[in-house]
Each structure stands twice: as structure tokens, then as C-alpha cells.
DNA sequence: CATGAATGAGAGTTCATTCAT
DNA sequence: GATGAATGAACTCTCATTCAT
């Protein structure tokens, strides 16, 4: 049974390499013009080597995908039990752009990038976005119960702030951003949440 | 003369049909992804006819880039004539998102893909970037100047404002939001402009 | 009348302007790497133009057997008046290695470049160069008659002499000798040309 | 151990399938006639195996190069003892001519094709073959110290030498003999290259 | 467990050639 | 007489994938 163990662990251990290289390559380039030699190559092994941790190409993507989309989710957890709704939402926020800049390639993989990848998995996800994106709009909608964002409607409300914050992340994940250093960028995300932030407790007082 | 123009006419006519069929496959499954044989297909010509209007593939889509920026440019000429500068910014952003909404595919090509075109002509368009990005920085300065979003840097705030344009733009385009309709979708994507239009009116008041 | 003489003789010049072009790329390049349309592009023509003039590639490459080996013969002629053996012999091989070397488009096609045109052409080829290698042997046996080169088979020694005026030529014109500057090799060529002569003459000294 | 013999072995002897398969269409057709499918095809495998032994389509050229010098200067290594030079100048070139006839693939590559191939190798050459004809011109000048071949300059006559015995080989290899039987012409060269020692070693009575 | 060998499919690209104008 | 438009065939080369070992 330790054998088998140690078996177990190797192979989970094999895996995590082969979608380490994999994940850097396919942010850098494209999953479609990573192949699969080149991840072989990054880790020293055969291409051969893949096919026994990893039915295809596609799946590798797929898992890929199965361990950001955990990772976000366990980042996102311990926000739900904030009590306040605004502050729950500003820590919703941050802890989505901080993944999205800790993980780009994660990232990069979940909203920015294709999925060519079979449609199988497609529907899993589109379980798990729903449900994230329904947290992100019964927030919003306590919030309005307490006072805050009144105005509008919230289904509007959350694809705008989700959308800020993609919008942070993707243009410095895609480096639409030339015009300053990679230290500016996250500078000014930063301040540019603050700005949201603010604005957020703000939207309070004016009513 | 009358030959010669009909032939310059087709010419023109042709060039038109490959960017037309390469654009929409673009957008579709990725540059790369995209073989000139699909393209050649697609408008039931033969690879090789092709090559009789662009030098290579990467050429078409340097094509594209320029009519994609040509087409931004022409859209946001008029908005820099705006003398008040928050009508002026507020103009020049909801004319980013319709643009983007408009061209999807040129949308895609210039802020979401991967560009692995030959490096030069990058240039010209960082030179653009840089131009517009510039445009934006100066106006909300100039809002700053009569009272406006006072309190925060320039850079961050045009950053925050692109980067949330940029947002709706990309989800919507990447598809994104499989729990609206395509219509709910543009709908609240106005109504996130709007709440946005009132925020920056607001950001006067509380100062 | 004078109007089919002028379309007459422009025609002729079109075909000499194509295979003068056509000559000299295929001998800086090789036959089968020259394109039609870098031969029609050398010349400013359109390549379909090229057709109204041969019929296909080939065909240029058979007309240029044709004028070589016409111009081979016209400087041979004048050499088979020379009375004495041993003079026109020497004249013969004299003539063959100016030939190689100011006509080395020509002597490459001849012979060293490979011959894929059609075979109906070669035989007329095999016939010409049959009744040049028989002059030759001819007077060889002429010579040896006059108690020059007596020792040896004639056809043994037509087969040298030709190989070392050919070794010559296509040394030079495949330039395998960059140990020398172009001047030096001609120099040297001559003078090799020379040791020859001195030796078909000493051949007779010795017997 | 053995497997990995054996695995070594069979490697090596594809590698020698492929060249050997390549060497004769090369010959037969010219280097840039013969495409890699030709070769698969010729040893009845795929396109995309020769790709497994060799880098691409110069990198077999480069092989045979490689594999043909060697055999050249394996053949002439023993013939640089032979103490006597107007034996060991005699020696050389019979050996050169042998190896001529004996690998005429090898021969058209070195001496007579075309070499499109990379730049790089060539400089290798260029040393093995200045090598080679410093060998042969210093041979000369000692057989002129021994009184032979004295009148002429040394460089005209490693020219001469060699031009002959190039010319007797590549008028075999490249067919233009056609009034003679294979059989007739290699009788014949090896009458040329009696006649030729013949002549070398009278050089001396005469002075 | 890992791989080397092999391949069919397909990539971008160039070619000689045809044909309507 | 000259050509622009078009193409099918072929090119070199890369890819994801399979399979025997």
C-alpha cells in the first residue's frame, strides 16, 4: 500500500509537470501554437511520455482549466462569509483581480483565451460561471437592500464591475499596455480599484 | 478607362471578399488557428489565388490591423472636436464600445489577440496606441481641470475607464456570458454605460 | 510586306531577349531551380508572354541547346580547312576551350547540366556531337599518320584530349577552383593550354 | 545492452538507407529536382520519417558531403607515402579517377553539381579541398626537383593534371559518351590514363 | 513507465501552365 | 501581342497521435 502510495503520488506529481510547462506555453503563445513536442521538450520528457498522463491535447487544457477554476473558487471562499454586502463585494472584486494577476495564465485560459477543446467540458464550466456570477449579482442586490448601487438594474450592475476588473486584468495579461512598465501596470490597477472601491461606498451618500 | 477601372474595381472587390472570409474565421477559432486553405474555402477560391493578393498569410492580417485602426479612427475623429470635456470623454468612450460591438473580429484582432504578425508593423500601431491612450489621459485631465474625478491620477483613472470598456467589449465578443442572451446581453451592456455616464456626472458633485 | 518583315524580326528579337535572360539564370542557378517567372520577371515581361513565344520551359532550354550548339559549330568550321593535322588539331581544341569560356552559359548547358527536357531533342544532339567527337578522332588518325601521338588508340586519345579541355572549361565554370582569382584561372588555362600543345608536338620527337 | 546495440544499429543503417536512396535520385536528376517525397517514396516510407534522421533536405546533402570526402581522402591517405613523386603524382591521380568511377553520386556532388546548400559546410570544403590541390601542386614542384615536368609553371600544371582527370570522369558520369559502350568507356579512360603516365614519365627524358 | 519509430493529415508556399480578355 | 487571374500539383516541413517494445 505504500507502493501504491508512492505510485499514486508520482504520477499526481507527473501530471502537475506536464500542466506547469503546458500552462506557461499556452500563455505565451497560444494554446493552438503550443505543441505538444515543445511541452515535452520544457520538461525533458518524450511526447510519447504525455500520452500516458493525458488522453489528448484538448485534455490537458481541460485539466488545466478544472485547477483554475478550483483555484479562483478557493480563493473566492472565505469572502462569502463576509458579513457586509459592500465589503463582501469589494473583497469579491480584489480577490478576483489578485487571482487574475497571480495566475495569469489560469487566467488567460479562462477568459481571455479560445476553447477549442471539446465540448464536453464546456458545460461544467458554464455551471461554474453561472453560479460565480450569480454570488457576484446577490451581492449586488444586498448591497441595494442596504442602501448601496441603487439605482440599476443588477444584472447591469454586475457585468460592469465584472467587466472592470477583466478588464484590468486582461489588457496587463495581453499587454495591450506598452505605454508603461510592468510596475506602473500594477500600480495602477491597484489605484484604479481603489477609485472603484471609493466610488462603491459612495454610491451610498448620494441617495 | 472603363477596363481599367473594372479591373481595379474587382481587384478591390476580391481583396475585400479574403479579408471579409479571413476576419470572420479569425474571430471564429484564432489566427493561428485558421488556415489560408480554410480561407481559400471559404470563398470557394484555390489556395494559391490567394497569394495573388497578399504576399502571405500574415499579411492579411496586417491588412486587417490597418483597417480596423482606420475604421476606430474614423469612428472618434468627430467625438475630439466635443468642447466640454466630460461629453467629450463620455463621447469618445461609448464610441470605443460600439466600435468594438460594431467589429467585433477587428475588436478581437487589435485587443484581444495574440499578434505573432511580423514585428514592423507593429510599430505603426503601438505609435497609434500610444496616440490614443494619450487622447484619453489629456481629456480627463481637462475634466479634472473643470472639476471632475479630481481626486485620482490621470493614468490610473484612463486605465480604470479603458479598462472597463474594454471589459464589456471583450466578454461579450469572447462569449463570455452564456447566461444572457445575445439581446440581454448589449442591452446591459448600454446599461453599464449608462450607470457609467452618471458616475462621472456625479464624480463633480462630491467635491 | 515590310510590315511582316518588322513582326518577323520583332518576334525574333522577343525570343533572344527571353533566352538571353533565360540563359544566364540557368547558369547561375541550375535549370530546374530557375522559375519561368524570374525569367519573365528579368525582362520585365509577364510570364504567360513567355508562351506566346515557347511552348513551355523546356522548349526554351531545347533552343538553347540549338543556338549553342550552332555557335560551337560556326567557330569549329573555319578550323577544318587547316591543312596540317597537327595545327588543326590544336586549333580544334583551342576553339572548344574559348568557346567553354566565353559562352559558358552555353557550355554549362552543353555539357555538364543535366538534360531533362524531352528526349526528342537529345537525339539531334547525339548526332551533332557523334560528327564533332568523329572530326575529332579523324584527325587524330590524321596526326598519328604523320607520326604524331603514334602509340595509342585513337578513340583512347580523342577521349583525353576532349577530357582535358573539358576539365579545364567546367573547373572554371563550376568555379571548383576559389584558390585562384578569376584572372589567375584564365591565366592558368592558357598556359595548361599551352603545356598540351608543346606535348602534341614533342609527340613526335620521341618515336 | 544488446537492445540498445541493436537500436544504435538499426538507426544507423535507415540513415544509410536514406543517403543511399538520395544519393542515386541526385544523380540521376539533379539535387534540387528531387524532392523528399521522392526519396521517401524511393525507400517506401514516409515524408515525415526522413525528418526523424535528418534535419531537412541540406542536411542530407551535407551527410553525403561529408560521407564522400572522407571516402575520398581514405583512398588518397596511402598514397602520401609513396616516396618516389613522379610515382606517388601518378598514384594520385589514378586513385582520384578510381574513385570517381567507383562513386559516381559522390563524385557529381563534390565536383560537379551545384551546392545550394547552407553556407556553413562549404567552408569545411573549401579547406579539404585547397588541402587537396596543395598536396598535388607540391607533389609537382618535388617531381620537378627530380626533373620532371620541369618547364612549366607548378599551379598551371596541377590545373592541367587535375582539369584531365575531371574531365575523363564527368564526361563519363554525366552521359555524354553516348558513341561509346559503358564498357568501351572506362577501357578507354584507363587507355587515357596510361598515356598519361606515359607523357609524365618522358617529361624527364626530354630535358 | 517510458520511449523511439513511424505516419497521415495538413500547414504555408511556389510552380508551370491555361485561358479569357 | 500581352497580360491578369486563376489553379492543381507539388514543394518542404510540422503536427498530434499510435504502437511495439
Known amino acids: 500500500m505504500g507502493i501504491a502510495d508512492r505510485k499514486e503520488r508520482e504520477k499526481l506529481e507527473m501530471r502537475a509537470k506536464i500542466l506547469d510547462a503546458a500552462k506557461h506555453l499556452f500563455l505565451e503563445e497560444g494554446y493552438s501554437s503550443v505543441s505538444l513536442r515543445r511541452i515535452a521538450d520544457s520538461i525533458e520528457y ?8 493525458f488522453k489528448d491535447k484538448d485534455d490537458i487544457l481541460f485539466a488545466l482549466h478544472n ?3 478550483q483555484e479562483l473558487y478557493h480563493r473566492q471562499r472565505q469572502n462569502l462569509q463576509i458579513a457586509d ?10 480577490t478576483y483581480l489578485e487571482f487574475a494577476l497571480d495566475n495569469r ?8 483565451q479560445y ?23 446577490d451581492t449586488i442586490r444586498q448591497c441595494q437592500e442596504a442602501g448601496y448601487l441603487k439605482s440599476v438594474d443588477p444584472d447591469a450592475t ?35 480599484m481603489e477609485m472603484l472601491n471609493e466610488m462603491l461606498e459612495l454610491s451610498r451618500v448620494q441617495h
Chains 1, 2, 3, 4 share one sequence.
Open 105 to 112: 495564465e489560469y487566467y488567460d485560459l479562462m477568459f481571455i
Open 67 to 69: 485547477l483554475a477554476f
Open 46 to 53: 518524450s511526447p510519447s511520455t504525455i500520452y500516458l498522463y
Open 158 to 192: 454586475a457585468f460592469g464591475l465584472w467587466s472592470f476588473v477583466h478588464g484590468l486584468a486582461s489588457l496587463i495579461i495581453r499587454h495591450r499596455l506598452p505605454m508603461f512598465s510592468a510596475n506602473q501596470r500594477e500600480k495602477l490597477a491597484k489605484q484604479a
Open 85 to 94: 454586502p459592500i465589503d463582501r463585494l469589494q473583497a469579491y472584486l480584489s
Open 115 to 137: 476553447a477549442p477543446a471539446s465540448k464536453i467540458k464546456e458545460k461544467a464550466e458554464w455551471r461554474y460561471g453561472r453560479r460565480a456570477y450569480e454570488a457576484l449579482r
